[in-house]
């Protein structure tokens, strides 16, 4: 089975997305952020993450299948 640690490894060193959403993922999945927290963190809105985080999970979904 696939561990927790396993998985922030894969977001902390996968080629297949931004820094930015790299950034967005470890913060929301590492350090437990909420998207706001996330948001007023890097100084853009809550849209931005939202985004970020949404295609950043996509591209990391496409590399595994």
């Keep these: 089975s696939v561990e927790y640690n ?11 997305i931004t820094e ?5 993922l470890l913060l929301k999945y590492r350090d437990c952020m909420t998207n706001n927290q996330i948001a007023k963190e890097l ?3 809550d849209e931005a993450i939202r985004q970020r985080l949404e295609s ?3 591209k990391l979904r496409d590399k595994l299948c």
């Design 6 to 16: 396993d998985i922030l490894s894969f977001i902390s060193t996968s080629d297949v």
């Design 20 to 24: 930015p959403q790299r950034q967005c």
């Design 43 to 45: 100084g853009v809105t």
């Design 56 to 58: 950043g999970l996509s």
